[in-house]
């Protein structure tokens, strides 16, 4: 079987839930990690930008995924496609797909907004309205655990490693961020003691940071 080539920046950002994905799968992939160059007082992305129209892909961008001769662009659509490469990680019912679709819209609500605080120069100063803010959100994510064991159900969907991998992202650039949700701490620890989880994060593989690109206010270091 052809190993699979994912491409991303050498960060965790929105590549980490999929390399937590092809690591729970079982499929073997080659992690292409493009580098920031330093210039001068910013950082230039020619590395990727240069050979990124080279490569066959309708919407180029990162993260990519090439699996033979399907080219994958943008973090769901990945996600997607090895929810069904690997059937157990996707919708198995029109009921399940509903559910999934909406979660993956309040997760990447939160997310977006997390990671434009990240990269605001007025980090420091808008972080408490920034939790604030998506409080409500965090506590409609927490009634779905309350009552089953993932986000959408008893089984774990490709829905939730774009969520638990957000979760520890939050609590690195924000210590103490988790500790009005007792109930995602637990979770998260469920999901980091996955035996192949756990695995790959005890490895060398494993990068706990930079969880942000250099030029972020927040996780890029």
């Not at 943008?74 to 059937?87: D, G, N, V």
């Not at 650039?173 to 790959?200: N, Q």
Request: proline letters at 5%; aromatic letters at 14%; glycine letters at 6%.
């Amino acid at each position: 079987m052809t190993k699979m080539l994912l491409g991303y920046w050498d960060l965790r950002g929105l590549g980490e839930p999929i390399r937590l994905m092809l690591e729970y799968a079982g499929f073997e992939y080659e992690d292409k990690r493009y580098q920031f160059i330093k210039e001068k007082e910013d950082y230039s992305d020619r590395n990727w930008t240069e050979p990124k129209y080279s490569l066959g892909f309708d919407y180029p961008n990162l993260p990519y995924l090439i699996d033979g001769d399907v080219k994958v662009t943008e973090s769901w659509a990945i996600m997607k496609y090895l929810s069904r490469k690997f059937e157990k990680l996707g919708p198995e019912n029109e009921e399940e797909r509903i559910k999934c679709d909406v979660t993956e819209g309040v997760v990447q609500d939160v997310r977006k907004q997390f990671y434009d605080l990240c990269y605001s120069a007025t980090f420091v100063t808008s972080k408490e309205e920034f939790l604030q803010e998506i409080a409500p959100k965090l506590e409609q994510l927490q009634r779905s655990l309350e009552h089953h064991t993932w986000l959408c159900g008893t089984n774990l969907k490709y829905v939730d490693f774009a969520f638990f991998e957000f979760l520890d992202h939050l609590r690195v650039c924000l210590p103490g961020s988790l500790d009005k949700y007792p109930l995602f701490v637990k979770s998260l620890k469920r999901f980091d003691s996955l035996e192949k989880i756990a695995a790959y994060k005890t490895s060398e593989k494993f990068q706990k940071c930079p969880v942000n690109g250099p030029m972020a206010q927040a996780g890029g270091q």
